[in-house]
């Protein structure tokens, strides 16, 4: 499906909006690893290990979703993020009514 050039821009608004999202969760759930290590609940090698994980883990993530994005990738990784609970249906609002309903099918398979 060809986007328009306003359905392009709001696409790369969203992925942006739900990329940092993305990051916010990431450094949430790492300041959790050193909290709970700065509580004395986990020992220094145990924390390191989670840590580690976590960062690797969501690198891995970044890298499958956001390497190489094109514009022939935007509706997937929109309907990624909506399915991952990124964004919000809410959040394709701007975009047209057959982009949103191509989102929305991608991302319910």
């Given amino acids: 499906m060809e986007?328009?050039?306003?359905?392009?821009?709001?696409?790369?608004?969203?992925?942006?909006?739900?990329l940092?999202?993305?990051f916010f969760k990431a450094l949430s759930d790492a300041d959790?690893?050193?909290s709970d290590w700065k509580a004395g609940n986990t020992d220094n090698p145990d924390t390191y290990h989670s840590l580690y994980k976590?960062?690797?883990?969501?690198?891995?993530?970044?890298?499958?979703?956001?390497?190489?994005?094109?514009?022939?990738k935007y509706l997937f990784v929109i309907a990624g993020q909506l399915n991952d609970g990124v964004i919000t249906e809410n959040d394709l609002i701007e975009l047209s009514d057959d982009i949103q309903q191509a989102v929305k099918m991608i991302a319910n398979h």
């Fill in 32 to 34: 959790n690893i050193l």
């Fill in 3 to 18: 986007l328009s050039k306003k359905d392009k821009k709001k696409a790369r608004e969203i992925i942006e909006s739900g």
């Fill in 54 to 72: 976590h960062i690797m883990d969501f690198d891995k993530l970044l890298a499958w979703r956001y390497d190489s994005l094109s514009g022939s």
């Fill in 20 to 22: 940092q999202r993305e």
